[in-house]
């Protein structure tokens, strides 16, 4: 992969910053995503910990986003960030050929961010420990790119009744996205953790949430059945989890199951599609949650 010379990264830059000022135009024509969330009670006090995140600098970031497309460069990525302190190439071999894996290994080297130690590579500095964050900085740039958002990552509120982190969250005109992000196979995923999922988009009330896992494999086998016990809990007669096409499922057109087979930018494209397109025939939102008590 031919690297940019220093015109083309001066000129990458100046596109970057024009994209910039376009977003703040678009921005200032509605609610921004912050005031969105304020009118919802929500407040943001932290969100987007970059020493948590394994990306390049800026002049790098366009042909890291368009290499972060594919499934094996970022199994790759949490091969490299799981063995951080020191490896061989062939311990991140797994998912792709030793002449694909050996480009990717050059490519972060020459973008300084992996160094080498005789036979051994590590990364280069910082204490990234999971390839969770770099992935949810990854789906929010999807949804600046590709879709023309304002979207945050790795946000936190302060809620006296449900916590945690919301991996991504964004508008995309007038609609309130908000993105649970899993770079764990289906086995590893509890129920609790789509409990907890169902809790903050109770308690966000965003237009569209999205449960996206970076994996080829199915969602039928674990992650719907666990989704269909969840909501059935909760209640109240759920929307019924079905299937849009291959392993894509929504429910009552607003809650998104989505995986990476084909492409993340395409299923987040259907999502998306699915939704806006149905938009006018939706009265309301189906029922996700518990029963509340009148106040």
Do not use: C
Not at 243 to 255: C, K, P, Q, S
Request: a neutral charge; zero cysteines.
């Amino acid at each position: 992969m031919p690297l940019p010379d220093d015109k083309e990264r001066e000129e990458l830059i100046l596109l970057r910053e024009e994209v910039e000022r376009l977003r703040a135009t678009v921005a200032r024509l509605g609610p921004g995503l912050e005031t969105m969330l304020k009118l919802r009670g929500f407040e943001i006090y932290r969100k987007e910990p970059r020493e948590d995140i394994l990306v390049p600098a800026l002049p790098s970031l366009d042909e890291y986003y368009s290499l972060m497309r594919k499934y094996s460069f970022r199994l790759f990525l949490r091969d490299v960030i799981k063995h951080r302190q020191g490896f061989a190439l062939e311990e991140v071999t797994r998912y792709a050929t030793p002449e694909t894996t050996t480009e990717y290994a050059r490519y972060l080297l020459a973008k300084g961010m992996l160094r080498r130690d005789g036979g051994r590579l590590s990364l280069a500095s910082g204490p990234v420990r999971s390839f969770g964050e770099t992935l949810e900085w990854y789906v929010a740039e999807v949804l600046r790119r590709e879709f023309g958002a304002e979207a945050v990552w790795g946000v936190k509120f302060r809620r006296p009744k449900v916590g945690g982190d919301y991996d991504v969250i964004a508008r995309i005109g007038s609609v309130l996205v908000y993105g649970e992000v899993k770079s764990s196979p289906p086995k590893q995923i509890y129920d609790s953790e789509i409990g907890a999922f169902l809790d903050r988009v109770e308690d966000l009330v965003p237009d569209i949430a999205v449960f996206l896992m970076d994996t080829e494999l199915r969602m039928k086998d674990k992650i719907v059945p666990s989704f269909e016990q969840a909501l059935a809990g909760r209640g109240t007669a759920p929307a019924a989890v079905e299937r849009m096409e291959r392993e894509l499922f929504h429910v009552g057109g607003r809650i998104f199951i989505l995986n990476a087979r084909e492409d993340i930018v395409q299923n987040i494209r259907t999502a998306l599609a699915w939704y806006f397109r149905a938009a006018g025939a939706r009265p309301q939102r189906p029922e996700i949650g518990r029963e509340r008590a009148a106040s």
